[in-house]
Nanobody
């Protein structure tokens, strides 16, 4: 069982930056692939990006490429989402997710564990 807790959300002006953190419980965090998703009001959950268990590979949806960066610190059981050049359309609740595996995964159903989410609001 893995428990995930996101933090770092908040209100930021367009063009600003935020760094989200996702802290995981358990001693086998390094064996989990991690993903970030977001859900805006009235919209379906959207994949944002993912990282392999080792951190050697990442994958992003086109809308955030070049602006968002996912990283992880397995010694701290934490994965990060650095968000730069934020836009109002990035406003959403952001969730991290975890699953065992050696690849990265882009579909919500592929993940077994989810955090409670953290709100990101970007004002224009």
């Amino acid at each position: 069982q893995v428990q995930l807790v996101e933090s770092g959300g908040g209100l930021v002006q367009a063009g600003g930056s935020l760094r989200l953190s996702c802290a995981a419980s358990g001693r086998t965090f390094s064996s989990y692939a991690m993903g970030w998703f977001r859900q805006a009001p009235g919209k379906e959950r959207e994949f944002v990006g993912a990282i392999t268990w080792s951190g050697s590979s990442t994958y992003y949806v086109d809308s955030v490429k070049g602006r968002f960066t996912i990283s992880r610190d397995n010694a701290k059981n934490t994965v990060y989402l650095q968000m730069n050049s934020l836009k109002p359309e990035d406003t959403a609740v952001y969730y991290c997710a975890a699953r065992r595996g050696s690849y990265y995964y882009g579909q919500g159903y592929e993940y077994d564990y989810w955090g409670q989410g953290t709100q990101v609001t970007v004002s224009s």
